[in-house]
């Protein structure tokens, strides 16, 4: 038989958890990709996932057992269906097999490949980002579209262990070309889309969904409240002052760290507000009761630039105007995280503590008699970060009374 035959992949904190689940075989989802005349290029096992768990693609049972492969009494009708998997947990590291059945072939023995997961798989980056340290941090995201999502993706990569995810869209077809997920996504619920491809990134993450509207969960003891008090770091992408004020409040009273990301009018530029109670003023302090221009999510004005899901003209590059503020928002957070640890960070994280940095992508708007990156170094210029002092409101309703003497 000349048949190729598929790659075979198990993740090996998958095989550790069938280490200590205590049971000795069991039923799973392999998920065929790449599917070529009835024969997958890959195939991913996943020993506890249901079929629902692994949208987008094919995916059929498989059954799993713990020790030696035994013969087959029969040879199943199936075609790939008739998968099993034997894992022998005796050997350190873990050996497994495959038994494939090809339709018209018998069953042909085939090795598993073990993709290490789990801290083994940031070793690359531990000497720069100390991963293994914040597999126990948390951040909470609220707001998962194009700048939200390209935050949790980039702070995944970097290790981050638990994340709770707050959004109440879904993925429609104009949000494709400047979001995270793909159409393979399209009407999902954002935060649905965006775990799976965290735990595509680092599978052994803590996600949390939270389905809903945030302005639904304020007051003391609300979920909003609750989420805040158990997190490390508050990711701000929504897209309107009155949720902004509520996150405000909320993480200044538990002095939780909070990042906000804002994209102005057309993506002329943008800003990001870093709130670290009680150093740095309040998202309060900075906006007042003044309607800043920021990206737009109703219909109120179509000719400008829209973030959110709106019909509005078409900004070339529009993915890559976002992608800078939400940079910034991930290095920050990162920082703020690392602060307490040992790590090669730490000093930066000292020189990173400005309550406002701005940054212009063309000189646009407010940005117009701004100078060319190439020829200025001493004046305000196009592509460059820029730390601004912020000066607390001491009449301000959140943070004035509780400034520091």
């Given at each position: 038989m000349n048949r190729?035959?598929?790659?075979?992949?198990?993740?090996?904190?998958?095989?550790?958890?069938?280490?200590?689940?205590?049971?000795?075989?069991?039923?799973?989802?392999?998920?065929?990709?790449?599917i070529d005349g009835g024969i997958p290029e890959v195939v991913h096992l996943f020993p506890f996932a249901s079929p629902a768990e692994?949208?987008?693609?094919?995916?059929?049972?498989?059954?799993?057992?713990?020790?030696?492969?035994?013969?087959?009494?029969?040879?199943?009708?199936?075609?790939?269906?008739?998968?099993t998997v034997w894992i022998d947990t005796r050997s350190a590291p873990f050996v497994a097999c495959c038994d494939l059945h090809l339709g018209d072939a018998q069953f042909v023995k085939h090795p598993v490949d073990l993709v290490q997961?789990?801290?083994?798989?940031?070793?690359?980056?531990?000497?720069?980002?100390?991963?293994?340290?914040?597999?126990?941090?948390?951040?909470?995201?609220?707001?998962?579209?194009?700048?939200?999502?390209?935050?949790?993706?980039?702070?995944?990569r970097a290790g981050i262990g638990r994340f709770a995810l707050w959004d109440m869209d879904r993925l429609e077809s104009h949000n494709v070309g400047r979001h995270l997920c793909t159409l393979r996504d399209l009407g999902r619920r954002k935060v649905f889309?965006?775990?799976?491809?965290?735990?595509?990134?680092?599978?052994?993450?803590?996600?949390?969904c939270i389905d809903?509207?945030?302005?639904?969960?304020?007051?003391?003891?609300?979920?909003?409240?609750?989420e805040i008090a158990k997190t490390d770091c508050v990711i701000v992408g929504t897209d309107n002052n009155a949720s902004r004020f509520a996150i405000n409040e909320a993480a200044w009273q538990h002095r939780k760290v909070a990042l906000y990301g804002r994209a102005f009018t057309r993506a002329a530029g943008g800003d990001v507000i870093q709130v670290i109670p009680p150093q740095t003023p309040c998202y309060a302090c900075h906006v007042g009761t003044r309607v800043v221009e920021e990206?737009?999510?109703?219909?109120?004005?179509?000719?400008?630039?829209?973030?959110?899901?709106?019909?509005?003209?078409?900004?070339?590059?529009?993915?890559?105007?976002?992608?800078?503020?939400?940079?910034?928002?991930?290095?920050?957070?990162?920082?703020?995280?690392?602060?307490?640890?040992?790590?090669?960070?730490?000093?930066?994280?000292?020189?990173?503590?400005?309550?406002?940095?701005?940054?212009?992508n063309r000189r646009e708007g407010q940005f117009s008699k701004w100078q060319?990156?190439?020829?200025?170094?001493?004046?305000l210029a196009i592509f460059r970060w820029y730390a601004i002092g912020v000066s607390h409101d001491k009449?301000?309703?959140?943070?004035?009374?509780?400034?520091?003497?």
């Open positions: 190729a035959l598929p790659h075979v992949v198990f993740f090996s904190h998958d095989l550790e958890g069938l280490q200590a689940c205590g049971h000795r075989s069991g039923t799973g989802v392999a998920q065929l990709i790449d692994v949208p987008g693609r094919k995916v059929i049972a498989f059954e799993w057992h713990l020790g030696e492969r035994q013969p087959f009494e029969s040879t199943p009708d199936q075609a790939i269906s008739g998968m997961t789990g801290a083994v798989a940031f070793t690359r980056n531990m000497p720069i980002l100390e991963t293994t340290k914040l597999r126990a941090a948390s951040v909470l995201c609220i707001g998962l579209g194009s700048g939200g999502s390209a935050v949790v993706d980039q702070l995944a889309a965006v775990r799976d491809h965290i735990k595509a990134v680092n599978p052994a993450a803590e996600i949390k809903k509207d945030v302005l639904q969960s304020l007051g003391p003891g609300g979920e909003l409240d609750s990206e737009v999510s109703s219909k109120r004005d179509v000719n400008r630039v829209a973030y959110a899901d709106t019909v509005v003209p078409i900004e070339p590059g529009l993915i890559i105007d976002i992608h800078p503020i939400a940079n910034m928002i991930a290095r920050l957070a990162l920082l703020r995280l690392c602060e307490k640890l040992e790590s090669s960070l730490k000093k930066v994280a000292e020189e990173t503590r400005a309550p406002l940095y701005l940054w212009a060319p990156m190439e020829r200025s170094y001493d004046r009449e301000c309703m959140i943070c004035g009374s509780s400034l520091e003497s």
